[in-house]
């Protein structure tokens, strides 16, 4: 979970990814993750964010920049300022993330090659289909 996937940006990742979970499962094992829904992320790519969160002891401020590499995939820097409120000490520090968006039929034939039979699918957090109105789509998947 997490979107772990959309850090395995190029082929022979995505690949590995089935491979080893083809390896570990028994016949009739099930494999769920999720993913960022390209039919989504086309339409609405990442945007800039701002998210701030604090106690009585720190303030953390995280700043997210995407950048459009290629069709589906972004990187995204993240610039985060921890500020320490009793003695007003900063620790700054930044992050880039490449991060690739899927189709679910894209997987699916992925997934095929490694044995694999989509059985679900569902948006994020929701109890319907994933759609191109869904962010992100949890994919479960049955070893046959």
Known sequence: ?????????????????FNAASKHLNKGGILIFDTWHYPFI??????????I?????????????PLKVSKKIFDI???INII??????N???????????????ELDKI??????????????LKYTNA???SFAAILIYKKI
């Open 1 to 17: 979970m997490f979107h772990v996937i959309n850090y395995m940006v190029k082929q022979i990742d995505i690949n590995l990814f």
């Open 42 to 51: 086309k339409h609405t790519p990442p945007a800039r964010t701002k998210k």
């Open 53 to 65: 969160f604090s106690d009585n002891l720190f303030k953390m401020i995280r700043e997210g920049r």
């Open 77 to 79: 820097t993240y610039f």
């Open 84 to 89: 320490n409120l009793k003695n007003l000490n």
């Open 91 to 105: 620790y700054k520090f930044s992050e880039k993330h490449r991060i690739r968006a899927f189709d679910i039929k």
């Open 111 to 124: 997934a095929k090659k490694f044995g694999f039979k989509q059985v679900a699918n569902y948006a994020f």
């Open 131 to 133: 759609s191109k109105n």
